[in-house]
């Protein structure tokens, strides 16, 4: 399973419905934070540390990758588990690409698209659609994906799944825990370094990715690995407001260096083991499950908006009152176009390319 939903491998296997629904509630704090980040001061910002929904769905992969695969990679083969990984991860990535061209070009608030015009256009399509790192757009902070700035997540989703099946899926259990311990020291090395663990998207952070994925997908494996799954009947709700809760601890500069990383070495494959062993409420699966559906497209489509409403913002310097209702108004537009992406793209083309 990709980071951000499941595999078809896993059909014939129990689904955690309960770790789909909380999928969605990290993609949906990631786009809250994203769109509040634009005009409030980060240490301000009430869901400041919301972007560690990404080393939770790091976490959330490792666990499905090896609980989906384990047993099964050995016979299907590397060249199947490769067209698997695509299947499902990159139709969304071309169509987050295409909108980040389209937002580009046509933003009525900005015009940055004209100094990247010709050739640094077609690199920066080609560069975003084949997944390599290309950051040129100053007006975008180097973002790694200047086009669709969330597929940095995705590019070390592709490494990692690489990783785990040249190498990880062979290796005992014990190795993996020794790696993680690895991992999470390095983890604490750059959060030390640079005083938190938000890094990875640039060009001047890139590396900050690996340390990142790296913890987060071992200690997914090792969850597994070790049957940490614990039982409990908390349901999805409360299982919900507990991840809900790390996104809104208070950003501090002083302490920030240790705070993420214990919550990503700690808090977040807790909760992982939590999710996959709680008992689900059959009234909340339906949601479980949309939740999960809903997740990738709506965290691969929605930077091309979120540039748009930056330009607005530094333009129009529009009152508190303004965005009360202009913020969620354009979530809600970007919630209608991932439901769309779901929809009418993403599940039917896994559905014609997954028999080919």
């Known amino acids: 399973m990709s980071q951000f939903s499941s595999s078809p491998v896993l059909k014939t296997k129990t689904h955690f419905e309960i770790l789909d629904g909380l999928r969605g509630i990290a993609a949906l704090g990631v786009v809250i934070f994203h769109f509040i980040e634009m005009y409030t001061p980060h240490p301000d910002d009430l869901i400041a540390h919301a972007y560690l929904a990404v080393d939770f769905f790091f976490c959330l992969s490792g666990f499905v990758v090896a609980y989906a695969y384990d047993d099964r990679l050995p016979q299907m083969g590397l060249k199947t588990f ?14 987050g690409t ?8 046509f933003d009525p608030f900005g015009d940055q698209w004209e100094a990247y015009s010709g050739w640094k256009m077609v690199m920066l399509f080609f560069a975003s659609i084949l997944m390599i790192p290309y950051p040129i757009i100053a007006e975008r902070a180097f973002n790694n994906f200047g086009l669709n700035a969330p597929a940095w997540t995705l590019f070390w989703e592709y490494v990692a799944n690489i990783v785990y099946a ?3 899926q062979r290796l005992k259990r014990t190795w993996l825990l020794l790696l993680a311990i690895l991992a999470a020291v390095v ?19 890139f590396w900050h990715g690996g340390a990142r994925v790296a913890f987060s997908f071992l200690a997914g494996m090792c969850i597994f690995r070790y049957q940490g799954i614990i039982k409990n009947k908390l349901g999805f709700p409360l299982l919900a407001l507990l991840l809900a809760l790390a996104f809104f601890v208070p950003y501090n500069d002083s302490w920030n260096w240790i705070s993420e990383p214990l919550i990503i070495v700690i808090y977040f494959p807790f909760l992982v083991a939590l999710g996959a062993g709680a008992t689900l409420n059959p ?11 809903m997740s990738y497209p709506l965290y691969i489509t929605h930077y091309f908006a979120l540039w748009a409403f930056g330009n607005y913002y530094a333009q129009e310097q529009p009152s508190h009152q303004t965005l009360f209702w202009v913020i969620p108004s354009v979530i809600a537009v970007q919630l209608f176009i991932a439901y769309l992406a779901m929809k009418f793209y993403d599940l039917p083309i896994r559905k014609w390319l997954s028999p080919k």
């Not at 909108?99 to 580009?104: H, Y």
């Not at 983890?187 to 952070?205: M, Q, R």
């Not at 009234?283 to 559906?293: E, K, L, T």
């Open 98 to 105: 295409i909108l980040g061209v389209l937002g580009f070009i």
């Open 187 to 205: 983890l604490f090395y750059v959060a030390k370094s640079s005083g938190n663990t938000s890094g990875g998207w640039s060009k001047d952070n």
């Open 166 to 168: 040249l190498i990880l």
């Open 283 to 293: 009234a909340q699966q339906g949601i479980c499950r949309f939740s999960g559906q």
């Open 82 to 95: 490769f067209k698997q990984r695509l299947i499902r991860l990159h139709p969304l990535v071309v169509l």
